[in-house]
Structures are given as C-alpha cells and as structure tokens.
C-alpha cells in the first residue's frame, strides 16, 4: 500500500512540471519516510465501508500535501525552529528559508489539485470541502496550541481537548471521511468512519503525550518531559496518568464500537474488510514511539 | 463594486469562526486597503460575459485570498523583509512572525473554500482548478524571481516573460477567467477574455519595471531603480526604455482587440458591458504608481 501511494505521489509531483528546485524540496518533504498513517486511514476507510482502497489513493496525496506542508512550515526557524525530521535535516536545514516557505505554500495548494476529477464533481467537492475543513481546523490548532486565542471560558481540560482536537484530530477525521467517501460509503457509514476517526484521533494525542513523559522516565530528574518543560498542557500532566490511560482505553474501545456497527451494518462479506482499520486502532495505542 | 466585495469578505471570514487572534490577522492583511485589482477583474470579466459581476464575488475572494496570503508570506524577513505595505506595518510587524506565517497559510486554504458551492459542483470544480492553476504558476514565478530554477535554454527576454507570467500575470489571468466562468461564458468568450487577461498581465508588469526606472530618474546619481540595484531581470533593463514602451502599447492593442472580438460575438445590447474591462486595461498602461 505505501509503495503503491509513494509511486502515485512521485508521478502526481512530476506531472506538475516545477522548476526542479522547487520539486527537489516537495519531493524531500513528501517523499522522506514517514508513516503514511493518513493515507492509510483513507485507504482502509475505503475498504471499510466498500471501495478498493485504491480509489482513496488521490484523497490520500492530499492528505499528506497538508500533512507534510505542515510540518515543513512548523519546523520553521519562527515557529519550533526545528533541525531534524525523522533523522534527516528538516527542509529549511536542507534548502534554505525561503525554499521552505514556498515549497510548503505549493504543497497546501497541492492538495486540492490531488482531489479535483473531472469525471465526479460531485465527489470532488466533497472531498474538497472535507479538505478544506480540515486543514483550517489544524492551522487553529496550531494557532491556539502556540500563539493562544483559546475560548476564556473553556476549563483547561476543554482545552487541551480542543488543542488537540484541531491540531492533529481533525485532519486524520479528515482523512477517514475523505478515504470512506472515495469508497462510496452511505451516509450511515461515514457517520461511524466519523466516530472510529474522531475516538482515535484524541486517542493518538493522549498516547503521545504519555509517551513523552514515559520516554523520559528513566532518567534520574526527568521525570517529566520537554512538554511539561515547555509548560505545554498535557494530559497527564492535567489529569494524572493513571486517568491519562484510561481515557486511551476508553477511547480505543469506542472506535471499535464504531468499527462493530460498522461490520453489522455492512454485508457480511465485507466484514473482515474493518480489520485493518481495527489493527491501525490498536497500534496506535501500544505504540512505543 | 469595492465596497459590497470588502462586506462580503467580511462576512465570509466571520462565517469560519476563527480564534480571534487568527481572525484579526487575517482581516488585518485582507481589508487593509488595497487596489482590489483581482476582484474587480473577476467581477468586470462575468459583466463582459453575459453574467451579473455580482454572481463572480465568490471568485473574487478566492483569488484575493491568494493574493494577500502571497503578500503576508513575501513580506516575511526570510523573503523580501518588508516592514511596510500600503503605508502600515506588514503582519508580521503588526502581530508577529509564527502568526504571518500561519494567517497565510489560513487564508490560502481559504481561498479553496470560497468556490465551494453545494448548489453547482461543476462550476465549484472548473473555479478550483483555475485556483489550482494559478496559485501553483505564482509560487513558481516567485521562486524563479527569488531563488532561480529558470530553464537553461531560455535567453534572457524569455526568462524575464516567464517570471512575469508565472508570478503576477497567472493569477490575474485566473481572475478573469474565473469571473468570466462565474459569469456563464462560452468557451469562445472565455478564449477572448485569456487573451485579453493575458495581454494586460505581461503590460502590468512591464509598467511596473518602467515606473521603477521612472520614478528614480529625478533623482541624481539614481537612474536606475531598486530591481536594477538588486541585480533583477526587468524588460527596461534588458531591451531598453523605448522598446519596453513599445512593448506596453504592442500589449494594450492586444488586449483591446480581444475586447473587441468579445463585444463583436456579444449581443449587442451587452457591448457596453466590455467598458469597464476597456477602462481597467487602460488605467494599468497610464498609472503613475
């Protein structure tokens, strides 16, 4: 499945026909590892509810334009000023600031060229529309999760829900809807891809922020992680571990509920088709890194 | 024409519910003055097809959206380093650098959502690839006028018409072309109306690059203006002041002939539509600033 989606973003990137400058740097933001987790979530959201998973192939470039665009803009030197992504220099390391702005610009703009199908405008709005909604709601997350503008009224655990929720929740809700839609999912089930999406996008953001203090664990005076240190809201940090764990459990097991209704509501002949999306679920939460 | 499109703008950003901080950074670099040059070509090209002008307002956000995203990200110091912009501190100044940098990207995928209209698919998606097409042709042109990618065997009139294109004339074109869509035009109308948008977005530039040399000729010691200082590519530079002259009025005729060819398979009763395309081509040939 990843072979099959890096081959199909490398030939979407040449058909664009950049300078090669500029394509250099998408293709080293787009094409340098990763865990293709929201293109697989549209993949498998499409087998779930009836596709191929192929046909989710063009929703999944899209969601990775956004998702690594993202990242380009967020290791910049004014936002986390980050050197090293996934062990290589980050882009404006690699190139240079400038390149890193531009390129991510172009790969934002990217993803709604991923989407657009003559043969289906119908299908091509939609997915657009779930793009578009995506998107904003993650740049909100990232506004409120560095610059502030968090509703005065929300108490901090609303809070960080809704950090969380727009920052990294909302794309991969995105990604599930778009991969179902592309599937030709019915109403009823995109509205359980809805709910498995939702359940293991929070859950995702719990389990990392346990991960960040459980990797520094062993180390004497570390007991706490950079984002504690960053007096970054966490949730363990807010509510205890313990709770931290329960709420992933919790969490983990209403995505399979949506995942149960899923399978009932679908012939039964396709019900081994929600597996890979329940195995994706559970890694997610025994993750280690 | 301006002022319903400014409330309209208005409205529509209000209508995404942003966080107040992001909100107020976006209005800030949207509503802030500006010529509405995009906006107004959308509109006038719908009235030159046969369309209310009124019904391109849609288009007429969207491409400004672009337009004042590739300001605030232009401006930032990793690029140009411009503090000013239409006489006020640029968003950058006014909020700070991780907000201009994600107000851009906000408003460029907003750009995307303004065409979307459940009530016409095919409209939505035929004004989303002309978005598509244009935004992608303006980041190139700003990489090549920035940070080179040029073709090697193009000679140096070529380089300069492509990154002229590519930077400012695709996006205007988009804007005409867009409008002209919204507007119900033929495919006959919408070939007219690209070459006039076409015409006039090469003529727009080149008057840029003679006014740069222009308006520093009063000043001793300083004939050449700053594009020359920084080593840039422009039509004066490179084919002189009379041959550039020239070329401005070889562009205006251009222009006025596919206007002309447009009233001519108008009804008659529309031709008078055609002025203010007419009037707006003229004032871009005659500006002083």
Chains 1, 2 share one sequence.
Not at 19 to 35: C, F, Q, R, S, V
Not at 103 to 108: F, R, S
Not at 148 to 156: H, I, V
Not at 257 to 263: E, I, K, T
Request: glycine share 12%.
């Amino acid at each position: 499945m990843i072979a099959c989606f890096d081959r199909a973003i490398g030939d979407f990137l040449v058909s664009k026909r950049f300078p090669a400058n500029l394509h250099d740097a998408i293709e080293y933001a787009m094409l340098g590892g990763g865990k293709r987790l929201r293109p697989a979530l549209a993949w498998f959201s499409s087998l779930a509810c009836g596709g191929t998973g192929e046909d989710a192939i063009r929703a999944g470039i899209a969601v990775e334009c956004i998702h690594a665009f993202s990242l380009v803009h967020d290791d910049l030197p004014a936002l986390d000023n980050d050197n090293l992504r996934r062990g290589r220099p980050t882009l404006h390391i690699q190139t240079n600031e400038p390149m890193a702005i531009l390129a991510g610009d172009a790969m934002l703009s990217l993803a709604y060229e991923a989407v657009l199908d003559q043969n289906d405008p119908g299908l091509s709005m939609a997915l657009t529309g779930e793009l578009a909604t995506g998107t904003r709601a993650m740049i909100v997350g990232q506004v409120y999760d560095t610059l502030g503008g968090l509703p005065s009224e929300a108490n901090p655990e609303e809070q960080i829900r809704l950090i969380h929720q727009n920052k990294t929740g909302a794309l991969l809700t995105a990604s599930c809807r778009m991969g179902a839609m592309c599937g030709g999912a019915s109403e009823q089930q995109l509205g359980m891809i809805t709910s498995y999406a939702r359940a293991i996008g929070l859950q995702f953001q719990v389990v990392d922020d346990l991960l960040d203090i459980e990797g520094c664990s062993t180390e004497v005076g570390k007991a706490v992680g950079k984002d504690a240190q960053a007096g970054k809201l966490t949730y363990p940090g807010l509510l205890g571990v313990e709770r931290s764990r329960a709420i992933v459990e919790e969490l983990a097991q209403q995505a399979n509920r949506a995942l149960s209704q899923l399978a009932g509501c679908n012939d039964g002949s396709i019900e081994g088709t929600i597996e890979p999306l329940r195995a994706m679920g559970e890694k997610l939460t025994t993750r280690r890194q």
